[in-house]
T-cell receptor
Framework: EAGVVQSPRYKIIEKKQPVAFWCNPISGHNTLYWYRQNLGQGPELLIRYENEEAVDDSQLPKDRFSAERLKGVDSTLKIQPAELGDSAVYLC?????????????FGSGTRLTVV | AQSVTQPDIHITVSEGASLELRCNYSYGATPYLFWYVQSPGQGLQLLLKYFSGDTLVQGIKGFEAEFKRSQSSFNLRKPSVHWSDAAEYFCAVGAPNTNAGKSTFGDGTTLTVKP
């Protein structure tokens, strides 16, 4: 079975430009997470989806970040405009359903560098 | 609120030596506890998890962890380290609530293995 697929793997953009990340979760996984991992830190949750519904986006900076999960499968995370402080690794993870007991499967992440 | 502390930012051990990575958590009750490993440029891979029952849990790649409620700790151990174990290790805590899919991660411990 294919794992969680993310693209692109790397992205370098100038500040104030827009950027988008894509995630394809494991087939049949209803719950999808976007995490941000700053250098030298652990991942921090940005948003959690149950199917196509965003059920926890309290940590998402909504002035510049947006996300969608159309049809409850693939998801896109967008930043517009990007700031220098957005440089980080953006990780997507999925699980069969909500609840930490089900465990996450992480993708390889997208490393964003804003210059 | 739940939190995780990994006191050691960086640990170096010789190949074949034993390993212990420390993790302390803060949570009002017994949480779900996890250890993940992240190799350079990769996403996080689950090593093991503790939900309840036997406080010594076995994971993949020869790792084990012991839950000690009195010390609010969940330390990761391996009797004999291999060069391929060099990576970053993250401890995570989650609320045992089916409506809460969020895990909180520590800032990680980087393991270097000397030949």
């Amino acid at each position: 079975e294919a794992g969680v697929v993310q693209s692109p793997r790397y992205k370098i953009i100038e500040k104030k430009q827009p950027v988008a990340f894509w995630c394809n979760p494991i087939s049949g996984h209803n719950t999808l997470y976007w995490y941000r991992q700053n250098l030298g830190q652990g991942p921090e949750l940005l948003i959690r989806y149950e199917n196509e519904e965003a059920v926890d986006d309290s940590q998402l900076p909504k002035d510049r970040f947006s996300a969608e999960r159309l049809k409850g499968v693939d998801s896109t995370l967008k930043i517009q405009p990007a700031e220098l402080g957005d440089s980080a690794v953006y990780l997507c993870a999925s699980s069969p359903r909500t609840g930490v007991g089900y465990g996450y499967t992480f993708g390889s992440g997208t490393r964003l560098t804003v210059v | 609120a739940q939190s995780v502390t990994q006191p050691d930012i960086h640990i170096t051990v010789s190949e074949g030596a034993s390993l212990e990575l420390r993790c302390n958590y803060s949570y009002g009750a017994t949480p779900y506890l996890f250890w993940y490993v992240q190799s350079p440029g990769q996403g996080l891979q689950l090593l093991l998890k503790y939900f309840s029952g036997d406080t010594l849990v076995q994971g993949i790649k020869g790792f084990e962890a012991e839950f000690k409620r009195s010390q609010s700790s969940f330390n990761l151990r391996k009797p004999s380290v291999h060069w391929s174990d060099a990576a970053e290790y993250f401890c995570a805590v989650g609320a045992p609530n089916t409506n809460a899919g969020k895990s909180t991660f520590g800032d990680g411990t980087t393991l270097t293995v000397k030949p």
